[in-house]
């Protein structure tokens, strides 16, 4: 299979669903995606989300890309695109905390030309016409030889060192206009240096997984309500990874399986405490009944000597038990996971029901990466998970709205909750709840791009991002427009 091109691991794909196929395609090109979002968005877990989201994308349209020659091109595009509305989102919200330089300033780097050129870099290779865009992505992003190109894009060893070449002057002249005056030998050996960085581990199963799990769950669904658009402009922000968990994660198990969890974390709380007192009064009683025994040994009749050794035995268990339910306690501390969720526990009024649809991995993956040894880190790893799992949720919302207006002829719903129904899997009441109609009527009524549904409030004033949803799009406060999504019904 590593001997196929992408156009014919694509039509696999595309005419059997060939999961190895694809696979393949996300293994060639995982380190590609990923170093470009990340010179984006300059965080690791945005990049992580754009990356998915890319391959998702990927995932619906195989057949329209088959012909293409080499599908960098179209990569690199799709992965500008999403990171760019990925990036003002983040921006955005982290101006309320006087922060957003944050997400401009780059990374420091021990080479003075890549941190003159990688701000500039992507914009200048979108601008280059597709062969010029293949031939620099091909030899300096995916470490291609002269022959390789030649063989990918159908032509000889010659032409393509010399399509590489007037690539690169081009190249050159667009960073210029950038205000990026290099030299192209500072160029190239920044590309070569720097241009690509290694997807974290694990990153491209999971891509796969959520991509082919998405393209599955989708297919023969007879009218398609949410799906990619042309992604010139950033259609769809990290749509691809709602739809995954909208339709194929078991809301209701991971509910009563989370339920549980803080059920049991809280009686270990409470019996902790309660053995904390009973081994401080315990030890109390101990030491009296010892200096009793002592003084008073010769003068007791035998039941209260026994009595008084049967509460000494009493005292010794209760110690034993103590030790063990803080040995308990303090390993469970230890665990990213169980620590945030311990954290929550404690300030309920940042919980949603939404939480509930995210999967574990997503929550060892931000525990992991989040500063929970303060509040405000704490906080800000909650204000992450809300917003995947809004993301989720809105997509899930938009689909119901979208069944009962085609039920209802165009008529909008009076409730939100009239929208439960038409759910699958079934919605929690409670995150019904936390939304309302904006409008009422007729669909045609309103505007094409008017939101209809919007979340009443929200949790956390500093991390947190309100939602708002119409009949084909949604919007994150503090986006500055619409992520437009398919739409094919008129009413």
């Known amino acids: 299979m590593n001997s196929q091109s992408d156009g014919e691991l694509l039509r696999d794909y595309a005419e059997r669903r060939s999961e190895a196929a694809f696979a393949e395609l996300v293994r060639r090109h995982i380190d590609l995606v990923y170093s470009a979002a990340l010179r984006m968005c300059r965080s690791p877990s945005i990049a992580e989300d754009v990356t998915q989201s ?106 393509a060192q010399k399509r590489v070449e007037r690539a690169v002057v081009r190249l050159k002249g667009l960073l210029e206009t950038r205000g990026v005056t290099i030299s192209s030998t500072l160029i190239l050996a920044a590309l070569a240096t720097h241009s690509v960085q290694a997807a974290p581990a694990g990153l491209a199963a999971a891509a796969c997984s959520a991509a082919l799990a998405h393209a599955t769950a989708t297919t023969g669904l007879t009218v398609t309500f949410f799906k990619f658009m042309a992604m010139t402009k950033l259609k769809a922000t990290l749509v691809s990874a709602i739809a995954l968990a909208a339709i194929t994660t078991p809301l209701a198990f991971q509910y009563h399986a989370q339920a549980r969890l803080r059920g049991e974390n809280d009686s270990l709380r409470q019996q902790l405490n309660q053995q904390v007192k009973l081994a401080a009064e315990n030890e109390r009683l101990s030491t009296l009944i010892e200096q009793s025994a002592r003084t008073n040994s010769q003068l007791l009749p035998g039941a209260e000597l026994n009595e008084l050794l049967r509460l000494r035995g009493e005292v ?72 995947a799992a809004k993301i989720r949720f809105a997509f899930a919302l938009g689909q119901a709205l979208n069944k009962y207006i085609k039920t209802a002829n165009g008529q909008l719903p009076n409730d939100v909750s009239d929208l439960k129904p038409f759910f699958d899997p079934p919605a929690d009441d409670a ?55 398919g739409f094919t019904n008129k009413w």
Not at 61 to 89: D, E, F, M, Y
Not at 115 to 135: G, V
Not at 363 to 381: N, P
């Open 316 to 387: 010794s268990r209760l110690r034993s038990e103590s030790r063990e339910l803080a040995r308990l306690k303090n390993a469970e501390t230890q665990n990213p996971v169980a620590r945030l969720r311990q954290e929550l526990a404690q300030m309920p009024e940042r919980d949603i029901p939404e939480l509930r649809s995210l999967k574990e991995d997503k929550w060892a993956q931000d525990a992991a990466r989040g500063k929970l040894d303060t509040e405000e880190g704490v906080r800000e790893t909650l204000g992450n998970l809300r917003r």
């Open 54 to 159: 890319v391959f998702m994308a990927l995932a619906q349209s195989p057949g329209r890309l088959i012909a293409r020659p080499a599908l960098s091109g179209w990569l690199h595009r799709t992965t500008q695109n999403l990171a760019a509305n990925a990036v003002r989102a983040e921006v955005r919200r982290r101006a309320r905390e006087q922060q957003a330089a944050a997400m401009t300033e780059p990374s420091p780097s021990a080479d003075p030309a890549w941190e003159q050129l990688a701000p500039h870099l992507d914009d200048a290779i979108r601008e280059l016409n597709d062969q010029d865009r293949d031939a620099v992505l091909l030899r300096y992003f995916q470490r291609k030889s002269a022959r390789e190109i030649a063989a990918t894009l159908g032509l000889n060893e010659e032409v």
């Open 431 to 485: 995150a019904l709840q936390r939304y309302r109609m904006l409008h009422a009527g007729k669909l045609s009524d309103l505007a094409p791009e008017e939101p209809v549904i919007a979340e009443k409030a929200a949790v956390d004033d500093q991390f947190d991002t309100l939602f708002k949803i119409g009949a084909n799009s949604y919007i994150m406060e503090g986006v500055g427009r619409w992520s437009h999504l």
